[in-house]
């Protein structure tokens, strides 16, 4: 027997070594039709909803920070009204409590101004 007439076996061989090898190596993978695997739909709807979340977060997000801008400047404007205010009383009182001003309050309330000065000495008694 010759080596030639082996070569049809041999290829025989071959050919059903690669399909056992084949339907093996695909056995491995889940059939479609009866492994549950999420459809292509289900998953870009999947996406989409992750999506959609997430730009509802991103907006939640933005709008407390705007509001809290808002009242940020609110509360800089308020305090700037304080700042003037508290400026204006001190300015007040600046010009209420001068020399001049308080001489001439004493002299509206009937106040006389003392010509001679006394002392008091606590050390004697008297």
Avoid: C
């Avoid at 800089?76 to 009182?93: F, G, H, V």
């Amino acid at each position: 027997m010759a080596i030639f007439d082996l070569a049809p076996a041999i290829k025989i061989s071959r050919k059903i070594f690669r399909e056992k090898t084949n339907q093996v190596v695909l056995r491995l993978v889940p059939d479609t039709k009866t492994g549950q695997v999420a459809a292509d739909r289900t998953f870009g709807l999947f996406l989409v909803g992750i999506f959609t979340i997430g730009l509802l977060a991103l907006l939640v997000i933005n709008t407390a920070l705007a509001q809290d801008a808002f009242m940020l400047q609110d509360l800089k404007q308020q305090a700037q009204i304080l700042t003037d205010q508290r400026e204006a009383i001190l300015r007040e009182l600046a010009a209420q409590s001068s020399p001049d001003k308080l001489a001439q309050n004493a002299i509206d309330l009937g106040m006389i101004a003392s010509n001679k000065i006394h002392f008091l000495d606590l050390t004697v008694g008297k």
